[in-house]
């Protein structure tokens, strides 16, 4: 009875953990219901005997020289939303940015459209250097 009553009274106490709660479970359980893959560079390289992959690097021009993974498509993250309709949705696509964070949130909004067979390259092309994977400048 004291709990609930002190609960009542700390209003704002009792919502930050309930949020911090919510908080917890979505980022341990969040990952269950991605409805894309993430690769890390091996699963990658082995996504790319698919000669019909899709490799899409959705960084800015100006990042891209720094190079990029051979036979990819360029389309800003900016940009995809309006471009969607230029890839196909059958095949097998892998996503990569600088750091893995944008090709995730592209990753997921190609999912919610019917692209049934999507990856984000866990660590993006950053990664994809420290594994010294070729590149094209």
Do not use: H
Not at 5 to 29: D, M, P, S, W
Not at 79 to 86: G, R, T
Request: charged share 25%; net charge negative; proline share 1%.
């Amino acid at each position: 009875m004291e709990l609930i009553q002190f609960l009542q009274g700390e209003l704002l106490l009792t919502g930050t953990l309930l949020a911090l709660i919510i908080l917890l479970i979505v980022n341990l359980y969040g990952d269950k219901f991605k409805k894309y893959a993430v690769a890390d560079t091996n699963a990658a390289v082995s996504l790319m005997d698919d000669d019909e992959l899709i490799i899409l690097d959705v960084r800015e021009e100006k990042e891209r020289s720094a190079g990029f993974i051979s036979n990819d498509i360029n389309i800003p993250m900016s940009q995809v939303k309006n471009k969607m309709d230029s890839l196909d949705k059958s095949k097998n696509i892998l996503v990569y940015c600088k750091s893995g964070t944008r090709s995730d949130q592209i990753s997921g909004l190609l999912s919610k459209n019917e692209f049934q067979n999507v990856s984000s390259l866990k660590g993006g092309f950053n990664a994809w250097q420290k594994a010294e994977l070729p590149i094209q400048k």
